[in-house]
């Protein structure tokens, strides 16, 4: 819980002064020899922990599911495999995985969105790194709007979309081969765009590097890139840009 639900219960009597007092006593992360999980990252920064799955033992990724959950409520991971969501669905029958994203998550079901971010991909190959920035921009509450299948190479097929994606605070712009559609969305929005190459691509592709170098030498104005297939990173990012043209 926020420092501000605390004490938002304490004043309307629903927990007791003592009880606050012994949250307020806590350190900052919870010590489980292995972790160390961060529970007041969300007071710091905005944004609980996530959990990043991949090469996890499975006893250390059940443990740190339950503590999270335990402490918020929910739970986002990224990454994750089927096996890790068999494992955390023995324990925690409500989790819910995606194939295509692989998020492995709990999530509550009164959450607000607000404001608008737009998730565009250059071909469907690239969905998987998408619908990892699409979900991690939902998770953290805002509202996306997905415009797949939108390369350079039927550019008639983007322009019958601008509409919609010129509305949006924050441009997400997922792009493997030669990385161009971040370019292209430069210079047709106002608001920021995350660049996010993906390792999709033949031989001279480099597993996304060509991506990767064509978007940090975008001539269009207002692009930022992330690493190669890291779908997360910009959906933080796009929640953060999100928040700031939101009233609240």
């Not at 339950?66 to 029958?93: C, I, S």
């Amino acid at each position: 819980m926020e420092a501000r639900e605390i004490l938002e219960k304490v004043k309307s009597g629903s927990i007791s002064v003592e009880e606050a007092e012994k949250y307020f006593k806590k350190q900052p992360y919870e010590e489980m020899g292995y972790a160390k999980l961060d529970s007041h990252r969300e007071i710091r920064s905005g944004f609980p922990e996530v959990v990043y799955c991949s090469g996890k033992a499975d006893q250390y990724l059940t443990s740190i599911y339950r503590k999270l959950w335990e402490e918020n409520r929910e739970v986002f991971g990224t990454r994750a495999d089927r096996h890790q969501y068999e494992l955390v669905r023995e324990m925690l029958p409500q989790v819910t995985y995606d194939e295509i994203s692989r998020i492995l998550k709990i999530e509550k079901e009164d959450k607000k969105r607000y404001g608008k971010v737009a998730v565009c991909t250059a071909g469907t190959a690239d969905i998987p790194v998408a619908e990892e920035a699409a979900q991690t921009a939902e998770y953290f509450g805002s509202n996306v709007e997905r415009i797949y299948d939108v390369g350079v190479s039927g550019l008639h097929r983007l322009l019958s979309k601008l509409d919609v994606i010129q509305e949006a605070n924050c441009v997400v712009a997922v792009a493997g081969m030669e990385g161009a559609l971040a370019s292209v969305l430069g210079g047709l929005v106002s608001r920021p765009v995350i660049a996010v190459p993906t390792s999709v691509g033949y031989g001279a592709s480099l597993h996304g590097l060509s991506a990767l170098l064509t978007m940090i030498n975008s001539c269009a104005n207002g692009v930022a890139v992330v690493n190669i297939d890291n779908g997360y990173g910009a959906g933080y990012i796009a929640t953060q840009i999100n928040r700031m043209g939101c009233d609240f």
